[in-house]
């Protein structure tokens, strides 16, 4: 039902918009003498316009459960539009149906064009609110209604040419050209752009200011939050160099790639629990900033690794140290946060992994990170490493195998296992409580997520298939992928495993709410015209910052009303789901850093305020986030002297 209306929307929208602008156009061009009525053409335009609005009001109406502020919009632009077209209709149109003719009474008279023109412009401004967003919308109509107007004037000037006709004619064009081109000037300059800002405005109160902006006189800057126990010689040392490199696939395409230590994924990072981790970052990329963000691990924030908010990008030949204690066991993966949407996919990532401080150094047990990854684009070849084929791997029957999978890329990618009982282990790096054996399974993992998979090597092939790529465990290393078999059931995080005690929960105390509805919506963006992805129907940089103070419970509602994924990835923190669709979740405690929120769900989750900082909350597609999908988490008093967007070298989008 929800699709259904989201995607009526859009689709009307999208008609509508060009169908208002046929229709005035048919609308000047009517034949002026009496008793011509309207074309079958116009007036199966009317009656689409008429159709589509009315549409869109029961789309804001079942949207209005969401709040005013969301639905609002909608209805605000979408009503008088509806009421003047029906009257319209009805004093125009219905009449000219009704005459044996087709020859009206009324369309003898200049008033009714009229009438027809202003009934199509307002149309348009309904749909131009949408397609704009509310902000420049009541401009944009303002421009557009002009239009209506100067159409009006223009077809009435044609009326009586006799007399005035050509100096008319000629004022009514250039007004008309001028009208239109301030509807496009302000929807443009209306639009979200992206200037240098930094640290945060607002009043570190509830929902804060603006996102990132100026810095407060006497705040305490981000770059002092390093750590309390990363003073000390590490306990493991790690040099990643971000250099170009030609990555050959195994389908023999070339890629041009971006790489850590010339490979792709880049070195895989393995600690142990407790370790002193430090992390130089070398930049030999030609011309481009770079950095290094430890996905899902909750670092001090002066190390998380967000050019224009944790640091400037390191600029090429430049270098960045990372020190952090690795507190947490688990799946992780690191990634520059400098143009991420371009430099992950290009390949500036790769795995690290935490293991208990207890794990035996010596092990024969299979422990493999799988990183699926999309290259070029969404829509670009799928691989597992550099493989995008059937991989074969000889593992005795017997053992203990566990993978680590890991998306990479935004959208959700599925991965089945069959072949051997097996069970989920761990979701985004934390250990899943007493975790059921599944015979088989299918899991639905969103961008940027980790699901980590344990298994006992049986006496025939285990088969891993993530969407395209293979892997084939066997005893003897040579079996195939084979038949695809039945597909497993699909892993539902929120009802797997067993409950166990959390330190909060459903019924805690929360000390601060928010509800952040994400959308997408088409406009300009940082000044051209895109898929726009909202928060609470703003895009970066002004969506207010969610402001806490520490020890606050924080409880988060995340609702989509896009047609889209979006994986919503708090730096940081780890977040508790509660509920999904107003269903308290009733498995394992489920513990994110990356929630995947499909189209039409909604989620609730909480987290505990206890890393100071400023942390980015995005959509972890990061083509959206480079389109608006981008907040922060701010804690009171605390600022960055780093600047983010045009003008500065920092684009952590
Ligand atoms: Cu994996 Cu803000 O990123
Ligand atoms: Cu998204």
Not at 503 to 511: I, L, N, Q, T
């Amino acid at each position: 039902m929800f699709l259904w209306v989201h995607y009526t929307d859009m689709v009307i929208a999208l008609l509508a918009v060009p169908a208002a602008v046929a229709a005035l156009w048919a609308a000047m061009r009517l034949p002026a003498s009496p008793g011509t009525g309207p074309s079958r053409m116009w007036r199966l335009l009317f009656g689409l316009l008429l159709g589509g609005a009315a549409l869109r009001v029961v789309a804001a109406l079942l949207l209005l459960r969401d709040g005013w502020d969301f639905a609002g919009p909608r209805l605000v632009f979408v009503v008088p539009a509806l009421v003047v077209i029906a009257a319209g209709y009805g004093v125009w149109v219905r009449p000219m149906l009704r005459s044996p003719a087709g020859e009206g009474r009324v369309a003898a008279w200049p008033g009714d064009y009229w009438a027809a023109m202003v009934a199509a412009g307002v149309v348009l401004v309904a749909s131009a609110a949408q397609l704009v967003g509310t902000g420049g919308a009541a401009v944009t109509g303002v421009g557009v209604l002009g239009i209506a107007a100067v159409g009006s004037v223009w077809r009435r000037a044609r009326w009586c040419r006799r007399s005035a006709g050509r100096w008319w004619r000629t004022a009514a064009k250039g007004a008309l050209g001028a009208a239109l081109a301030a509807a496009v000037l302000v929807g443009w300059s209306t639009a979200s752009q992206l200037p240098a800002r930094s640290s945060m405005t607002g009043s570190p109160v509830d929902t804060g200011g603006s996102t990132i902006g100026h810095a407060h006189h006497g705040g305490i800057s981000v770059t002092t939050l390093t750590g309390t126990d990363t003073a000390g010689v590490p306990a493991r040392r790690f040099t990643l160099t971000a250099q170009a490199a030609t990555v050959e696939l195994d389908s023999g395409q070339r890629v041009e790639a971006w790489t850590f230590n010339g490979v792709t994924p880049g070195p895989q990072l393995r600690v142990r629990q407790g370790d002193l981790v430090e992390v130089t970052l070398v930049n030999q990329l030609p011309g481009v900033g770079v950095t290094l963000h430890w996905h899902g691990v909750d670092v001090p924030n002066a190390m998380d690794g967000v050019a224009g908010v944790t640091q400037d990008a390191v600029p090429p030949g430049g270098r960045f140290v990372y020190r952090f204690r690795a507190t947490q066991v688990g799946t992780y993966w690191y990634h520059s946060h400098e143009m991420s949407s371009v430099q992950v996919r290009r390949g500036l990532f790769g795995a690290l992994v935490v293991l208990p401080a207890d794990a035996p150094e010596q092990s024969d047990a299979v422990d493999e990170t799988v990183l699926r990854h999309t290259w070029i684009d969404e829509d670009g070849v799928a691989s597992l490493g550099v493989t995008t084929g059937a991989q074969r791997r000889q593992v005795p029957a017997g053992r203990q195998v566990r993978l680590r999978l890991v998306n990479t890329d935004g959208n959700p990618a599925t991965f089945t296992l069959t072949g051997a009982p097996l069970r989920v282990v761990a979701i985004d790096g934390t250990d899943v409580h007493e975790p059921n054996v599944l015979h088989g399974v299918r899991i639905l993992v969103g961008g940027g997520s980790r699901y980590d998979l344990a298994f006992t090597m049986p006496d025939q092939p285990v088969v891993l298939r993530a969407d395209g790529p293979t892997i084939v465990y066997s005893p003897d290393g040579n079996a195939g992928p084979g038949r695809e078999s039945p597909a497993p059931a699909l892993l539902d995080p929120a009802r797997y495993g067993t409950p166990a005690a959390t330190p909060f929960g459903a019924a805690s105390h929360v000390d601060r709410r928010f509800t952040l509805r994400v959308d997408e919506r088409l406009g300009f963006y940082d000044g051209r015209p895109a898929v726009r992805y909202t928060l609470n129907n703003r895009s970066f940089p002004d969506v207010p910052m969610l402001m806490v103070a520490p020890g606050d419970l924080v409880e988060v509602t995340y609702v989509n009303r896009s047609g889209q994924h979006h994986p919503m990835h708090l730096h940081g923190h780890h977040m508790l789901v509660l509920s999904r669709d107003g269903r308290p979740t009733s498995g394992s405690p489920w513990w994110v850093d990356t929630l995947d929120v499909g189209p039409g769900e909604t989620y609730r989750v909480a987290f505990r305020a206890d890393n100071p900082g400023i942390w980015m909350d995005h959509c972890h597609n990061l083509e959206h986030a480079a389109n608006g999908m981008i907040l922060h988490l701010g804690y009171a008093g605390i600022t960055t002297p780093f600047q983010t967007g045009h003008g500065t070298a920092n684009h952590p989008e």
